[in-house]
């Protein structure tokens, strides 16, 4: 399972603490129960907003050298071209 990013952090977060107050200043409830209900619900909804979240985009295509037909039917030697095709890294690794 990948890591949340932190756009799905700040997103969650955000959700759980505003749907949180709003729910409990709309409700006036004063209650235990009431009030873990809301709690709950407001995590609930919170995850839902975080998973929702779009990831960030797929690494994009890898791009190949375009060969040309050669008359004579010799092999054509393809040389790389720098910078396709090699892998790039999208997040820093906290292994070494």
Known sequence: MPRPTAAQLAYGSATVVLATLAMLL??????????????VA?????????????????????????????????PVAVRPVPGVGEPRATEHSLRS
């Open 42 to 74: 407001a995590l609930a909804l919170g995850l839902l907003v975080a998973v929702t979240v779009p990831m960030p985009g797929a690494a994009p295509r890898v791009r190949t050298a375009a060969v040309q037909p050669v008359a004579s039917g010799e």
């Open 26 to 39: 709309l409700s006036q409830t004063r209650s235990g129960i009431g009030v873990a209900v809301i709690a």
